[in-house]
């Protein structure tokens, strides 16, 4: 009989999975649409089944309720922001890279979580885990064929977008004892009432003559890696908690290297491999904390 900890972990992987997907998503998207649009198309295009799904369960939506600042806060931070400065990122960056770059959640989520999450207090393994990890990433800036001057800030903004998710993963907390479907659904349609104006003020994507390849790209990015993800990673943050939940980062750039070279063909060098080595040491490392005492003796 399969155990509840196989099954965490299998949902875990089943995130990294949907999520690594998006990253070749994104780039394919920002062919055709500006980052803001694509922020703003994503998270309405994820709403939709949501939506869908709390009405046909009966699910009651609370983003207007007396809780809406607290939804309307995390579909900021947690979607609308990282949202955009990913597909900024991702202009420039290739596909992968900005896979691997997204393994820095759980540095800042370990860090954050030790301060404001009673349960998710530093040990030694974690900061073992957190530093293969960071030190992965490190490497992997000097790899002059991939980053260059020329995309180093557009690199920074994914590695930003990436601790937008960990403050929003806080956030979210705030209100765990709320039903899934309509945490996901609120958060959602707050993201797309703020995305909204701004994408259409700023980018008018009604000049756009997109291709097809682009916006089956987008599609894609709304309804998986936005509306099925972010209930996988709710009913996981909820469950087992933020820091075990941001394992998921360490997993991304596997999944999304490899998507990366067979769809997009792109190029994957020995610093690569060298700091997907170095982000699987920090796998095990951050697993193996869960059953440790805390570092700081709390």
């Known amino acids: 009989m399969t155990s509840p900890k196989t099954i965490d972990y299998f949902l875990l992987t089943t995130l990294a999975l949907i999520w690594a997907s998006a990253f070749f998503n994104i780039k394919i998207a920002t062919y055709s649409y500006g980052p803001i649009t694509i922020a703003f198309l994503r998270i309405l295009f994820g709403a939709i089944p949501v939506v869908i799904l709390c009405l046909s369960k009966n699910i009651k939506i609370e983003a207007f309720s007396k809780d809406w600042i607290w939804y309307a806060s995390i579909g900021i931070i947690n979607l609308v922001i990282p949202f955009f400065l990913i597909a900024y990122g991702v202009q420039k960056v290739q596909s992968n890279l900005a896979a691997i770059l997204m393994?820095?959640?759980?540095?800042s989520a370990t860090i954050l979580a030790h301060f404001f999450v009673d349960k998710e207090k530093i040990n030694m393994f974690k900061i073992i885990g957190i530093l293969s990890g960071f030190l992965g990433i490190v490497y992997l800036f000097s790899d002059n064929l991939l980053i260059t001057n020329s995309n180093f800030f557009y690199a920074l903004m994914i590695l930003l977008g990436s601790t937008f998710y960990v403050i929003g993963g806080i956030l979210t907390l705030k209100i765990s004892h709320k039903e899934n479907e309509n945490v996901t659904a609120s958060i959602l349609i707050w993201g797309t009432l703020i995305s909204c104006p701004v994408s259409l003020f700023f980018e008018q994507p009604w000049n756009l003559s997109p291709s097809l390849d682009s916006t089956l790209a987008l599609i894609y990015l709304g309804i998986f890696p936005t509306g099925v993800a972010w209930l996988l990673r709710f009913a996981i943050l909820k469950k087992n908690g933020l820091v075990f939940q941001a394992q998921v980062a360490y997993l991304i750039p596997i999944f999304g290297v490899i998507l990366g070279y067979f769809i997009l063909?792109?190029?994957?060098?020995?610093?690569?491999?060298?700091?997907?080595?170095?982000?699987?040491?920090?796998?095990?490392?951050?697993?193996?904390?869960?059953?440790?005492?805390?570092?700081?003796g709390n």
């Open 103 to 107: 393994s820095s959640t759980p540095i």
């Open 265 to 296: 063909n792109e190029l994957i060098t020995s610093k690569v491999i060298i700091a997907l080595i170095a982000v699987i040491i920090g796998i095990y490392f951050v697993k193996k904390s869960t059953n440790s005492k805390s570092f700081w």
